[in-house]
């Protein structure tokens, strides 16, 4: 079965650091993009970034360059999105997909609730 | 980048009736273009890709046509199942984005 299992709940603090995780299993992880998507209490989806885990090549969307990292490592099928310092707005869910050259984002993880808070 | 704009926000709507749910680009997305499932708790599933073709294992009351800035979801009988939020998104440029979605409630 294809899937892609995210890390656990977070809660952090403004300023701290955070790294989480999406690992795949079932297909060969190496041959398509992951994305990142942040989704807002009540809002639509929002696209942050992609990474090709065979080479790491990675684009971000304008919006998030800059204020998160998109990184893998391939040897454990496992993409990361990381801030290096979280702020209240990023209290958000995040999912990654598995992005099919033909059908787009087809199989997604089940999302990690990020919470900042002071 | 482009916009999508979903209408209407809200569809309600009784079991067996057909839901008509649209999207419309901003510039043209080609046919670039899919549809989304989300249920409360749980993650978007994929439900049309390319404006028109189903995705692995979704019924076939669910159709997609359009293509250029104008596209639509069809929903040819509802079951008790769909009641949920549709998302359109396009991949026709970067970035990828998405609609604000339409909420299709019980009437």
């Known amino acids: 079965e294809v899937q892609l299992v995210q890390s656990g709940a977070e809660v952090k603090k403004p300023g701290e650091s955070l790294k989480i995780s999406c690992k795949g299993s079932?297909?060969?992880?190496?041959?398509?993009?992951i994305g990142w998507v942040r989704q807002m209490p009540g809002k639509g989806p929002e696209c942050m970034g992609i990474?090709?885990?065979?080479?790491?090549?990675?684009r971000y969307t304008p919006s998030f360059q800059g204020q998160v990292t998109i990184s893998a490592d391939k040897s454990i099928s496992t993409a990361y999105l990381q801030w290096s310092s979280l702020k209240a707005s990023d209290t958000a869910m995040y999912y990654c997909?598995?992005?099919?050259?033909?059908?787009?984002?087809?199989?997604w993880g089940q999302g990690t609730t990020v919470t900042v808070s002071s | 980048e482009i916009v999508l704009t979903q209408s209407p926000a809200t569809l309600s709507l009784s079991p067996g009736e057909r839901a008509t749910l649209s999207c419309r680009a901003s510039?043209?997305?080609?046919?670039?273009l899919a549809w989304y499932q989300q249920k409360p708790g749980q993650a978007p599933r994929l439900l049309i890709y390319?404006?028109?073709n189903r995705a692995t294992g979704i019924p076939a009351r669910f159709s997609g046509s359009g293509s250029g800035t104008d596209f639509t979801l069809t929903i040819s009988s509802l079951e008790p199942e769909d009641f949920a939020v549709y998302y359109c998104?396009?991949?026709?440029?970067?970035?990828?984005?998405f609609g604000q979605g339409t909420k299709v409630e019980v009437k």
């Open positions: 990474i090709y885990p065979g080479d790491s090549e990675t």
């Open positions: 390319e404006a028109s």
């Open positions: 079932g297909y060969n992880f190496t041959n398509y993009w």
């Open positions: 510039q043209s997305a080609s046919n670039y």
């Open positions: 998104q396009q991949r026709s440029n970067w970035p990828p984005t």
């Open positions: 997909a598995r992005r099919s050259r033909l059908t787009g984002m087809d199989v």
